[in-house]
């Protein structure tokens, strides 16, 4: 059994405005989330009724029934999270560990992870990560975790599941296993492009291809890890590079690419276009210091994140609906 470390922090307000920008200048998307995202209520159809919930609740149910899961550590704003969902948290048997992301990390912890408080500050998601993990059983043991965001609500027990079993082979060695789902080559229903590589893994995709036989992938909300590994003041990094359509995170990819001893990486993906998945894992092994695993899975619904957008929340509530 796995201890749950849920992430629901969320960034302080300079940090939303930064990231506004980049999606509303370099995605065209109009940005709605102006409170604490995983509280944004979305609804669901049961028997009939519409029914809202917060989005942080839609996950949360989901590990408080997987009979894999031992413990679940939120991490987030507690006040704002048991002031909200009080009634459904005092309905749940299963151990549950609250930590806010305002706490400090204890010197101890800073000084066994070697943590550096410019590259991983208390409440970004890294720092997160980081406490959430120390609160866990995982952590006694010095064994793998399983961390979820808490802001794809079409996350399914079985995805989650399926997900863990497929780890079991590698979960001694890696330091990160990071479920990559596989898609057709083509924009998603929120309007999100994948990222295209050559699939040369032992798996057979059964997807179409692009014309230069590039597969369709995007991540979704969960990562198996162990924080003694890797080096964790690398989550930051990897997370401010998500949005790679802005051309200063592709810069900064460029950059760090070159640091860790894969130069071309620009070119390999815009130019030639034959990047590969294997080729990724290994930069992401340089990158983290510890071994890097992707399992490529399939289930393109547990993709569909809300990121605050007028279109994710519209999209996301229709599909919930049905």
């Avoid at 059994?1 to 995605?27: F, P, Q, T, W």
């Avoid at 006040?79 to 048997?93: A, C, D, F, G, S």
């Avoid at 609160?135 to 064994?143: K, T, W």
């Avoid at 794809?152 to 296993?177: A, Q, V």
Wanted: glycine share 6%; charged share 25%; proline share 5%.
């Amino acid at each position: 059994m796995y201890s749950a470390i849920l992430l629901a922090g969320y960034n302080n307000k300079r940090a939303v405005e930064k990231y506004i920008h980049i999606v509303e200048e370099d995605y065209g998307e109009h940005f709605i989330e102006t409170g604490y995202k995983p509280l944004h209520e979305f609804s669901i159809t049961i028997d009939g009724k519409t029914v809202k919930k917060p989005l942080l609740q839609f996950t949360l149910e989901v590990l408080v029934r997987d009979d894999l899961i031992s413990e679940i550590i939120i991490v987030g704003h507690i006040n704002q999270i048991k002031n909200r969902m009080i009634k459904y948290l005092n309905t749940v048997e299963k151990p549950i560990i609250y930590v806010d992301q305002n706490e400090e990390i204890p010197g101890k912890i800073k000084q066994i992870f070697s943590i550096h408080d410019k590259e991983t500050p208390k409440d970004t998601v890294g720092g997160n990560l980081i406490k959430g993990y120390v609160a866990s059983q995982a952590y006694l043991s010095r064994a793998p975790a399983l961390f979820v965001a808490s802001d794809s609500p079409m996350t399914t027990l079985d995805y989650i599941n399926r997900f863990i079993d497929r780890c079991e082979s590698h979960i001694k060695t890696c330091g990160i296993l990071l479920p990559v789902v596989y898609t057709n080559p083509v924009k998603d229903k929120l309007g999100r492009p994948p990222l295209l590589l050559i699939n040369d893994t032992a798996v057979e995709i059964p997807e179409k291809t692009d014309r230069f036989g590039r597969t369709g992938f995007r991540l979704s909300s969960l990562m198996m890890g162990n924080p003694f590994a890797v080096d964790v003041n690398m989550i930051n990094v990897m997370y401010s590079l998500r949005k790679a359509l802005n051309p200063k995170t592709q810069l900064r990819i460029f950059r760090i690419c070159r640091e860790v001893g894969f130069p071309r990486i620009y070119n390999r993906y815009f130019v030639k276009k034959n990047l590969s998945m294997t080729q990724c894992e290994k930069i992401c092994t340089a990158f983290f210091k510890g071994d890097f695993k992707a399992v490529l899975m399939h289930d393109i619904k547990s993709t569909y994140d809300f990121d605050g957008t007028e279109k994710e929340f519209i999209e996301i509530n229709r599909m919930l609906k049905e």
